[in-house]
């Protein structure tokens, strides 16, 4: 997937933030769960036919998304608790604006491993992207909430993004400090300190605002989110 700054103009950040290192890197084995598909014949051929399917998608997610697409349906067809097709499925459709059917496959994964973190991650991402802010919230929470999870920043970020839009300025500000705390970061630090800059910007608090914006543009160098900082900084009173 693209890196965000491939993606993403600064100060907007429309983008999907979903690691699938997990999903292509560990689930390649299916288990048999003692399935009762009438004519797909015996377990063992149904567990050969949906790894091969699974391994097929795997391998053509970046090149072929439609074909990767079909071999995610045909391993749910054969095994409807696969949890990484259905997160797959449910990546491609939010990556062609299906952002409905994308939360229905993430709901799924979640009835499969409720402690999935990145399933709750994505489900908020579509659920924001329909609008449904708090729902998104407590789903960015619940990733939060295992302390497994492989990339907290991601969703940190997300957190602060929607209680910003939410008019929660000091909640967003906690949740973009907490995304910095992360090491090593998956999220590009200037991005979140071009957020922070703006939510202390938000709630009038000039010299936090400035010292957040004046590392955006010591990060970021002539990037596009120095330039926004920059815009933001010729704002503050002097």
């Not at 103009?9 to 399935?35: E, N």
């Not at 097929?56 to 071999?71: C, I, M, P, T, Y």
């Not at 749910?76 to 059917?101: I, M, S, T």
């Not at 994505?122 to 998104?136: C, D, K, N």
């Amino acid at each position: 997937m693209p890196h965000p700054k491939q993606s993403e103009r600064a100060g907007r950040h429309p983008g999907w933030w979903t690691p699938l290192r997990l999903v292509a890197g560990t689930a390649l084995v299916v288990v048999c769960l003692g399935w009762s598909l009438a004519g797909c014949g015996s377990s063992e051929e149904r567990v050969k036919k949906a790894r091969g399917y699974f391994q097929e998608g795997v391998a053509n997610l970046e090149s072929d998304r439609q074909k990767a697409f079909v071999a995610f349906q045909k391993t749910v067809q054969l095994h409807p608790e696969h949890r990484d097709a259905h997160y797959l499925l449910g990546h491609v459709y939010a990556q062609q604006g299906k952002f409905k059917e994308a939360e229905q496959e993430f709901r799924e994964v979640i009835r499969i491993d409720p402690e999935y973190p990145d399933a709750h991650n994505y489900l908020g991402q579509t659920l924001t992207q329909q609008g449904q802010w708090q729902e998104a919230i407590a789903s960015y929470r619940r990733a939060l909430s295992n302390p497994l999870y492989g990339t907290p920043d991601v969703t940190w970020f997300k957190l602060g993004e929607a209680l910003e839009n939410q008019g929660d300025m000091e909640g967003a500000v906690r949740a973009y400090e907490d995304a910095l705390l992360v090491s090593p970061p998956t999220v590009p630090p200037e991005m979140i300190h071009l957020a922070l800059g703006r939510a202390y910007y938000r709630l009038g608090e000039d010299a936090k605002a400035r010292d957040a914006l004046t590392r955006v543009t010591k990060l970021d160098g002539k990037g596009e989110y120095a330039a926004a900082a920059n815009e933001l900084l010729r704002r503050l009173k002097p």
